[in-house]
């Protein structure tokens, strides 16, 4: 496999590493040598040598009928991530009363790419056609959280992110052709707010708002969630949204404050 950039300071063997790592997906949980080589294009040795490095950091385990599969510390990747931006410490007082208020889960999402990835959640035990958690990750389009944190970028952070295919997986039952996804991201920057009706699966329906830092920027979004038989998009306009709103400034105004607070480390 070619070195994929010429910068002497690119770790090759690191990038390797990841692209390992980020070889096991929902569809392929358990990956043989042989696949885990196919799907990285690393050559079967090296793919060999990644895999065991992996288990003795303790983020892969072999299984016994043969394979290897991620443990849970691969979390740690990501929520250390989630804990250095203090996002969630910062919304979970907000997303909990908000959920108490609405009855209905409530999630946090940023952009990678043409995808949107959850690092935050207070949900309900309710039945949905999906399944989400930390790290889920969809297609940007055709949810409310990837609406309004699409409509936050400028025209070339937007062209650059679309130009990226989706690694989620998902198929969307609704598929937007470029003038219709530009109409709906105006609306949505007109609104203030973004609203899908099963875009992305029958019978979800949610509503979303952005949240910012505290020079303006879109720095994630903050949604609610229904079931399209239980909720109508009257209710999920009229009763929902409002809250929403407020928690969503709350959350943003707070995390303006938190951004604000001097951390230069002590000697």
Known sequence: MPRRDDD??????????????????????VMTLSEVATATGLA?????????????????????GGGFTLTARVLELGLTYVQSM?????????????????????????????????VARVAVPKIIALAVSIGTRFPAPQTSLGKALLAGLET???????????????????????????????????????????????GIRSVA?????????VIAAMN??????????ETLRDEYLPLLLQAAGEVSADFARYGAIPRTPVA
């Open 209 to 217: 708002a952005p949240l910012r830092d505290c020079h303006g920027r």
């Open 86 to 118: 203090g996002l969630w410490g910062v919304a979970r007082p907000h997303m909990e009363r908000l959920v108490a208020r609405t009855g209905e889960s409530t999630s946090i999402a940023q952009l990678d790419g043409s995808d949107i990835v959850y």
């Open 8 to 29: 002497p300071n690119f770790i090759e063997a690191i990038a390797r590493g990841f692209d390992v790592i980020k070889a096991f997906d929902p569809h392929a949980p």
């Open 156 to 202: 070339a952070e937007l062209e650059r992110a679309l130009a990226e295919p989706s690694r989620s997986g998902a198929e969307p039952r609704h598929r937007f052709d470029r003038a219709g996804l530009e109409a709906a991201l105006r609306d949505v920057r007109a609104q203030g707010w973004a609203l899908t009706d099963q875009e992305l699966a029958a």
């Open 44 to 64: 079967r040795p090296t793919a060999r040598r990644i895999l065991l490095t992996l288990e003795s950091l303790g983020y892969v385990r072999p299984l016994p």
């Open 224 to 233: 609610v969630t229904v079931h399209a038989a239980e909720t109508s998009v």
